[in-house]
């Protein structure tokens, strides 16, 4: 078996043509940033349907054969790891949209990186990864992941993904969602201080800002005047996104000199 053939850098490469028009539907005339092309078969589908794609492959073995493979005009191919590539190789602020199959091991870099740069996106992402993004206070699986998705994007669900649709088979089923950004706007300090507080979930809110003082950064007077002027009773589990959000931009607001 070929290098290619096994799973490489942690790929687990799409094998499903459904699945990759299933997500190239949604590139009709746009421009499109793909990241991690892998063996290109969506990569083929993305080409046969938008007016340019940019495909952002770390491999340089999966590089040079793509390059080989894939010779479409309304392509680019980049050969760098995708969070190191400059916005012009990204051809940033000319994006329409993300397609992509993530890996798990950078699935929350991505979302972050989204959101940061208010791009929707259609996202093939392991099933519960799919499902801390779309959990609810009071829920398992509600994290700072489920927080900081429910503030930032409007979250679809496209159609549920076989783990046998990618060879090698990964050990769990994957999930096509579209994400459209709908714009709460969220500081470094409050998205810090939402991580923070999701740390301590099954506290009060009280507890876990207590628990937190030392990485907020915050004198424990203004601290104490905080928890005395708010209903901190509540475990932080409990609380919906915005709730968290209100909490963190107060005590951001504290940070400030």
């Known amino acids: 078996m070929s290098g290619l053939g096994r799973r490489y850098m942690g790929q687990n490469f799409l094998i499903s043509e459904a699945v990759a028009r299933a997500e190239a539907a949604h590139a009709h005339g746009k421009i499109v940033l793909e990241i991690g092309p892998g063996k290109g078969i969506l990569t083929r589908e993305l080409c046969s349907v938008a007016k340019r794609v940019v495909a952002v492959?770390?491999?340089?073995?999966?590089?040079?054969?793509?390059?080989?493979?894939?010779?479409y005009p309304n392509l680019k191919l980049v050969n760098k790891d995708f969070f190191d590539a400059t916005?012009?190789?990204?051809?940033?602020?000319?994006?329409?949209?993300?397609?992509?199959?993530?890996?798990?091991?950078?699935?929350?870099?991505?979302?972050?990186?989204?959101?940061?740069?208010e791009l929707p996106a259609v996202l093939c992402l392991q099933k519960e990864f799919v499902e801390h993004m779309l959990a609810r206070e009071g829920e398992?699986?509600?994290?700072?992941?489920?927080v900081t998705c429910a503030l930032s994007f409007r979250i679809i669900e496209i159609m549920k993904v076989p783990r046998n649709s990618f060879r090698p088979?990964?050990?769990v089923d994957s999930e096509v969602v579209f994400l459209e950004p709908?714009?709460?706007a969220i500081t470094d300090a409050e998205s810090d201080t939402i991580n923070l507080i999701m740390q301590h979930k099954k506290k009060t809110l009280r507890n876990a800002i207590i628990d937190s003082k030392a990485e907020l950064g915050i004198s424990e007077e203004k601290l104490?005047?905080?928890?005395?002027?708010?209903?901190?009773?509540?475990?932080?589990?409990m609380m919906s996104?915005?709730?968290?959000?209100?909490?963190a931009k107060g005590l951001a607001s504290l940070q400030k000199p």
């Open 87 to 117: 916005p012009s190789e990204l051809e940033s602020g000319y994006i329409d949209i993300v397609i992509a199959n993530i890996p798990y091991s950078i699935s929350s870099r991505v979302v972050m990186w989204l959101r940061e740069h």
């Open 182 to 184: 709908h714009g709460a």
């Open 57 to 71: 492959e770390k491999d340089t073995r999966l590089c040079t054969v793509l390059r080989s493979s894939l010779q």
């Open 224 to 237: 104490d005047a905080f928890v005395r002027s708010n209903d901190c009773s509540m475990r932080v589990f």
């Open 169 to 171: 088979v990964p050990e």
């Open 241 to 247: 996104p915005q709730q968290i959000l209100g909490v």
């Open 140 to 146: 398992g699986s509600y994290s700072r992941l489920s």
